[in-house]
Every structure is written in structure tokens, then in C-alpha cells.
């Protein structure tokens, strides 16, 4: 499933296939949501404070799933493509962090072997390589492997840095093992579009057994926010069209997530910690999951919409070090992830929303490869003081 992408831009897209609303409401009285009992987290920004190809081209017209779309993103060199590589090594947030966990760990990396898990223009490979690094295999499925080894060759690291053009479930490593696996994995809402059963493959395949991966922690939050200005603005707008009824277009624009930056005084309750995962341990399967959650009110307002982010840590480095794409720090390409509600909720100070969240692999006969997943909110009232 393809969030729509950007709020501010008027062009944004959205899915065309019809699906039914996925937050699914049930009352105070529903026995369900009685005495639940939740992990509450509020996160905390750890960003910093300083400052997508494979797909062979003869098999155009072979029938082509989101997956190969997605590879098919990066790997030729059209304005959109080169603008979206550009974004990731922009956005300062994601890329120093990266750099950062490198340079001030060399530990880690000195005299080791790593892969660089989609290398894209081989930038995490060069970090790893000016850290000390014995030797980076970079592997990378798209057209952009080629502008990889030009970078490398470029660069003085062709000693260092061996790039490999494939995917990584295809490509066959010169070495059995590897000391450190690198990657930057994470899609839209943590899990859309995501690489991560790619990361897992190649630590179950490569990695040693006191082997690194980084990032090695991931974790998906849920807050709800009041955005009456833009409902009004950009959906509403499809009850009255110059006199005439649209709304059926209004039903579809909602039923998609969108991703846009949240301001976090749009906030509304808590912020709470839906899932942990530990990329050095999981199985694939730890990716499907149902998280309850208790967002409780710290004002009175209205509630138009949940907001999901993820955050990211390194916990291998000497400080533990991170980023969180939450409204709360400062934002990354990856923004937020924010999913209306058909109708308007009211909530006082201290009532709640109560729910869970179900996150599985949007896996369809047609989409077999596809790195999606699927979700659905469960959610009702609830009155702490009752
Ligand atoms: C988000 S980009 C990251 C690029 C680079 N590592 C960076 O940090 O700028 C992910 C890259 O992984 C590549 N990729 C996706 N799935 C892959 C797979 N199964 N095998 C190899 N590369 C893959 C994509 O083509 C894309 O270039």
C-alpha cells in the first residue's frame, strides 16, 4: 500500500484500489475495551542537533508487482529518481546519524568485514570504509550500482569497497561471512515499502554470530492530533463542489494514510510506543503484530486523525545513539504517517482513546514480492475517572 505522499502538495497521489476504512470505532459500553491495561511511552527526540532499481530493463512489460516498481524508483535516472536520492542524502537527520554511529565508533568497524544492505550511491559504504573498515561489500539491485562503483573508484576506496549489482536474495558473496551488516531499511510508517525481510535475510545468511547490525532497534509510536484547518481545507471541500456532492471522493482521499509533517502543537494525548523490534534478533514474522494502545488526552480538544512514526537507535555505539521521525524533532524526509478518522472525536483532559493496532504483509496473488503491509485500528472511548 502506497501512502499518499504530502499533504501541501496539491498533487499528491493516493492508492486507486478501493479498500475498506480501516479505523474501526466501538463505544464506551463495548466489552472489549474494558480494563485493559497498557505500556505507555512517551518518546523523546534523540535526532541530532548539528546540522531507491534492480529490474532488468528487457523484462519491461513482464508483469510487474509494487516490489519491482519500487526497485524500478531508483534505477533510472529520470528527474523524480534523482530527486528522491538526493532527498535521502539531504536529509541531514537520517544521513549524519549514519555518520556519526561510523566515525565516532570505529571500534566497531576497525579491521571488520561489512555489507552495506542497498547501497544506493555507496554512501554508507564509504563512511564504513573511512572508519577502518577490512573490506564493505555493497550490494545494490539497482541501475545506480554502476554510478556506485564510479563513486567508489572515484573516491581512492576501490581497494576497499567492492560494489555488487543484484539483489541481495540473488547475489553471491566473495566472503561466507561478514562482521557488521549496515542498512537503511525503513519505509513510510516504519513497514511500507520497507527493505526489512531483505536485512533479515542477509544477517540469517552472512552474519557472524556476535555479528552487528545497525541499526539494531526500531520502534513504532502512535499519538492522535486536531488538524480541523486541513480537514476543512482538503477534504470537506468535497461536500459542496460548487453546489454538487463529491464526497465519494472525500470517503477515498481519508481511507489512505498520508504522509506529511505533523506540527506538534496539533498534538492531542500521549505519545505510545506500539512495537519494539530488534533487527538482530527477530524473525520476519515478528513484522506482523497487534499492539494495544491508551492515548490519553492532555487537553481538550478535537481529534481528527492518529499520527504513527517510528524511531531508530544504535545501540552497539559507544553512546547510545538515534533518530525519531516523530512531530517532536525535527523532521525527516520519512515525515509523519497520519491517518484520519471518519468522524470528529471530542475528548477531555484525561479521557482516552483506547485500541489496538494490527500491522500484517499486504501480501496478494498479484503483489507477491510486495514489501507492504497492510493495518487496521481498533479504537473506542474510554473515562479514566468513571
Ligand atoms: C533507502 S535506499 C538507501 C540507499 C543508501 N544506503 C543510503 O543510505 O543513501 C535503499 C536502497 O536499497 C536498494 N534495494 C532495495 N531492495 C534491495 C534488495 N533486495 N537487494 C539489494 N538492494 C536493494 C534500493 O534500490 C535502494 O537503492
Known amino acids: 500500500m502506497n501512502p499518499a505522499t504530502d499533504k501541501n502538495n496539491d498533487n499528491a497521489t493516493s492508492s486507486e484500489t478501493q479498500r475498506p476504512r480501516k479505523i474501526k470505532f466501538a463505544y464506551e459500553d463495548d466489552d472489549q475495551f474494558q480494563g485493559e491495561t497498557l505500556d505507555e511511552t512517551v518518546t523523546e527526540s534523540s535526532n541530532l542537533d548539528d546540522d531507491a532499481l534492480m529490474c532488468d530493463p528487457d523484462e519491461i512489460g513482464a508483469d510487474k508487482t509494487s516490489a519491482d516498481y519500487y526497485f524500478d524508483s531508483y534505477s533510472h535516472f529520470g528527474i523524480h529518481e534523482i530527486f528522491t536520492l538526493q532527498e535521502m542524502l539531504k536529509d541531514a537527520v537520517r ?36 572508519a577502518g573498515a577490512k573490506h564493505v561489500y555493497a550490494v545494490e539491485c539497482s541501475q545506480m550500482a554502476d554510478m556506485a562503483k564510479e563513486i567508489v573508484k572515484v573516491n581512492g576506496f576501490s581497494n576497499v569497497i567492492t560494489v555488487l549489482k543484484g539483489k541481495i536474495e540473488e547475489i553471491e558473496l566473495p566472503v561466507a561471512q561478514v562482521d557488521i551488516i549496515v542498512s537503511e531499511w ?22 557472524v554470530n556476535s555479528g552487528v547490525v545497525l541499526p539494531d532497534k526500531a520502534s513504532l509510536y502512535l499519538t492522535a492530533i486536531e488538524d480541523a484547518e486541513y480537514k476543512e481545507d482538503k477534504i470537506e471541500f468535497w461536500n459542496n463542489v460548487y453546489g454538487f456532492n463529491m464526497s465519494c471522493i472525500k470517503k477515498q482521499s481519508m481511507m489512505e494514510p498520508l504522509v506529511d ?28 503484530f497487534t499492539a494495544p ?29 538515534g533518530f525519531s521521525t516523530g512531530p517532536k524533532s525535527r523532521a525527516t524526509h520519512w515525515k509523519q504517517t497520519v491517518l484520519y478518522l471518519e468522524d470528529v472525536l471530542t475528548i477531555c483532559e484525561g479521557e482516552a482513546l483506547v485500541g489496538s493496532m494490527t500491522m500484517w504483509p ?25
Not at 186 to 207: C, P, Q, S
Not at 280 to 285: F, L, R, T, W
Not at 366 to 372: F, H, Q, T
Not at 373 to 381: A, S
Open 261 to 288: 509533517t505533523v506540527d506538534q502543537n496539533q498534538i492531542v494525548t500521549n505519545c505510545q510506543l506500539l512495537k519494539t523490534m530488534d533487527i538482530s534478533k527477530m524473525a520476519p514474522g515478528d513484522a506482523s
Open 95 to 130: 544521513t549524519k546519524t549514519y555518520q556519526n554511529v561510523i566515525y565516532k565508533n570505529t571500534f566497531l568497524f576497525k579491521d571488520k568485514v561489512v555489507l552495506d544492505v542497498g547501497a544506493g550511491t555507496g554512501i554508507l559504504s564509504l563512511f564504513c570504509a573511512k
Open 293 to 321: 494502545f491508551k492515548l490519553v488526552a492532555e487537553r481538550d480538544d478535537y481529534i481528527h486523525a492518529l499520527v504513527a512514526y517510528f524511531d531508530v537507535t544504535f545501540t552497539k555505539c559507544h553512546k547510545l545513539t
Open 362 to 386: 499486504a501480501v496478494s496473488e498479484a503483489k507477491p514480492l510486495d514489501a507492504s503491509f497492510d493495518w487496521i485500528v481498533m479504537m473506542g472511548y474510554f473515562d479514566p475517572i468513571c
Open 186 to 207: 525503513m519505509g513510510y510508517f516504519l513497514l511500507f515499502e520497507n527493505m526489512l525481510n531483505t536485512v533479515l535475510y542477509a544477517r540469517d545468511k552472512w552474519l
